[in-house]
């Protein structure tokens, strides 16, 4: 795949975020940190997925946007978003979504009006392949 895909948190309509450290962990074992801003997920045969970070302007080391360039067909990829979509507020999308996904049902509030009305009310997903399976619906 050759597009991006979006990792964003919000709460109450404003920028919020995750730890670089929840973002090691979420990635576990198949991480290179190659720039402050630019990390790599090598998941080996199934090649590799461009990280891009970006940080909360309020200077903290908060990471309130990941876009990832090039995603893998790799199950590893759909883990750790699930697994950073466990953040409150935080939402999965992409250009041409239906819709974005979260795991927390009240996402759809935390997220600015701008991108709801861009968006929609965020669907609630209750496994990692129903990431997957919205790329192949769109």
Known sequence: ????????????????????DELRQAF??????????YWQADFGANGSSNLFLS???DGSDRIHN????HPSIDDRLWQAI????????TVFHFPGAVSALARD??????LP???????????TISHFK??????DAA
Do not use: C, K
Request: glycine share 8%; hydrophobic share 40%; proline share 7%.
């Open 28 to 37: 576990s074992g198949v991480l290179v940190e190659l720039e402050e801003d």
């Open 105 to 110: 049902p009240d996402a759809g509030t935390s």
């Open 55 to 57: 940080f909360m302007e």
């Open 130 to 135: 129903a990431i997957s399976q919205s790329l």
């Open 82 to 89: 699930w697994i950073l979509l466990a953040v409150p507020g």
């Open 66 to 69: 990941l876009s990832i360039d």
């Open 1 to 20: 795949m050759s597009f991006q895909l979006y990792v964003q948190s919000f709460t109450h309509g404003e920028p919020s975020g995750f730890t670089r």
């Open 113 to 123: 009006p701008e991108m709801r009305n861009v968006l929609g009310q965020p669907i």
